[in-house]
């Protein structure tokens, strides 16, 4: 799908296929991320650096997990 930039005041902007916005799920206020990778930018709804953390969150719980249950009680 090809975007067309349009300057809007001292900036560009551009509008995105209704299709397109479905597909990533997302709607007006929604943030997108722009990801730079070895074949470009990927724009996603998906915050990469969060994604990191939970992914951290989720081994040390795993790990802790006698002492998060000992919290628990």
């Known amino acids: 799908m090809e975007l067309k ?7 560009l ?6 299709e397109l ?3 990533l799920n997302v709607k007006e206020g929604d943030k ?8 470009g930018v990927l724009i996603t709804p998906y915050d990469p650096v969060f994604e990191k953390t939970m992914e ?5 719980m795993a ?11």
């Open 5 to 11: 930039l349009r300057k809007t005041g001292n900036s």
């Open 13 to 18: 902007a551009t509008t995105w296929p209704k």
């Open 21 to 23: 916005l479905n597909r």
């Open 32 to 39: 997108l991320y722009a990801v730079e990778t070895q074949h």
């Open 56 to 60: 951290i969150a989720k081994r040390v």
């Open 63 to 73: 790990r802790d997990r006698d002492a998060l249950k000992q919290l628990e009680d």
